[in-house]
T-cell receptor
Framework: SAVISQKPSRDICQRGTSLTIQCQVD?????MFWYRQQPGQSLTLIAT?????????ESGFVIDKFPISRPNLTFSTLTVSNMSPEDSSIYLC???????????FGQGTRLTVV | AQKVTQAQTEISVVEKEDVTLDCVYE???????LFWYKQPPSGELVFLIR??????QNEISGRYSWNFQKSTSSFNFTITASQVVDSAVYFC????????????FGQGTELSVKP
């Protein structure tokens, strides 16, 4: 199993600013992911955070808007840049230790952009 | 392309009723995994079950049971004798083995159990 600490748990931000969300795992994991959950919606994958290289983004998400870092096997950050009210969502960090286990999720970051 | 469909957006039942949440998936891959997660109002995702594509055996865990049928591409979830604490949004998800581990989620079913 894996225990994930995600910070901040919630934030209210002004439009046009940026917020960096941190994800810390208690053990080394090969796969880390960032998901977005818009209000009342399902979870959508933003990107796969790759250790030591650029993240792999899903269709509709770009690096300039959602830069991701992953300096090692236990830590990653997601930045939501130049925020607008449409970015108000829950952002979740997820990790998988291998394909034969479930994905573990952080508590999520509830972002409100005003 | 892969897809997960949870046709039931909202379900409301009275406590002690049985309820089944439907999940239909689409994939052309032969190796994949199916999951159910629960998201209570607090927002965290709680893992409930994982099934791989080679294991069609149904499973029961307490009041929860899952019916996996590859012939109909369905992975339905039944709660027996529902309780108020079961009220949450339930997500079905698909992971395809050669897609790098990402999960494809259904739209979720919001279950409301009334006393």
């Amino acid at each position: 199993s894996a225990v994930i600490s995600q910070k901040p748990s919630r934030d209210i931000c002004q439009r046009g600013t940026s917020l960096t969300i941190q994800c810390q795992v208690d053990s080394q994991v090969t796969m880390m992911f960032w998901y977005r959950q818009q209000p009342g919606q399902s979870l959508t994958l933003i990107a796969t955070a790759n250790q030591g290289s650029e993240a792999t983004y899903e269709s509709g998400f770009v690096i300039d808007k959602f830069p991701i870092s992953r300096p090692n096997l236990t830590f990653s950050t997601l930045t939501v840049s130049n925020m607008s009210p449409e970015d108000s969502s829950i952002y979740l960090c997820s990790v998988e230790t291998d394909m034969n286990t479930e994905a573990f999720f952080g508590q999520g970051t509830r972002l409100t952009v005003v | 392309a892969q897809k997960v469909t949870q046709a039931q957006t909202e379900i409301s039942v009275v406590e002690k009723e049985d309820v089944t949440l439907d999940c239909v998936y689409e994939t052309r891959d032969t190796t994949y995994y199916l999951f159910w997660y629960k998201q209570p109002p607090s927002g965290e995702l709680v893992f409930l079950i994982r099934r791989n594509s080679f294991d069609e055996q149904n499973e029961i865990s307490g009041r929860y049971s899952w019916n996996f049928q590859k012939s109909t591409s369905s992975f339905n979830f039944t709660i027996t004798a529902s309780q108020v604490v079961d009220s949450a949004v339930y997500f079905c998800a698909l992971r395809v083995y050669n897609q790098g581990g990402k999960l494809i989620f259904g739209q979720g079913t919001e279950l409301s159990v009334k006393p």
